[in-house]
């Protein structure tokens, strides 16, 4: 079906963050982040908070994706629209819970961060070529 963008019942439409599952490591962190970014968005962009939440599916499927095939420096798969690109900024600004996000990723048993970088593959090829010449 799609993302819609709806902000019709945008000003009924009530949202409550609970800043104790913000900080607790047992919340589950898409959960919280899917509220709080429902919350944040509605108020710097009239999101509606299903718009939100779908968008927030995406990117985190989006991640799983990323970390699946191994991109954690960030520069081989961008994200598909400018819409994801804005939430995963919102998201990396919370650093805490993105980080959690991140752990819960699959294929990811380090926990590593997913990147995000505004320098492009380019970038990540002459970082790989230097660092096989350095093990050379």
């Known amino acids: 079906e799609g993302l819609k963008f709806d902000d019709t019942n945008l000003e009924e439409e009530e949202i409550n963050l ?3 599952d913000l900080n607790d490591p047992k919340s ?16 710097s962009k009239r999101w509606s908070r299903k718009f939100t939440e779908d968008l927030c599916r995406e990117l985190f ?4 994706l ?8 960030g520069c081989e798969f961008s994200p598909p629209t400018s819409l994801m690109d804005d939430l995963w900024h ?25 990147e995000h970088t505004t320098f492009g ?13 350095e093990l050379t």
């Open 18 to 20: 609970d800043l104790e």
């Open 28 to 43: 589950d962190v898409r959960a919280v982040l899917s509220n709080a970014l429902a919350l944040r968005m509605k108020e």
């Open 61 to 64: 499927h989006f991640l799983e």
């Open 66 to 73: 990323k970390a699946t095939l191994g991109d954690f420096e």
């Open 90 to 114: 919102e998201v990396i600004l919370n650093t805490k819970l993105y980080r959690r996000l991140c752990a819960t990723l699959p294929n990811n048993p380090e926990g590593k961060l997913v």
């Open 121 to 133: 593959a380019v970038d990540l090829e002459v970082q790989r070529e230097r660092t096989r010449k």
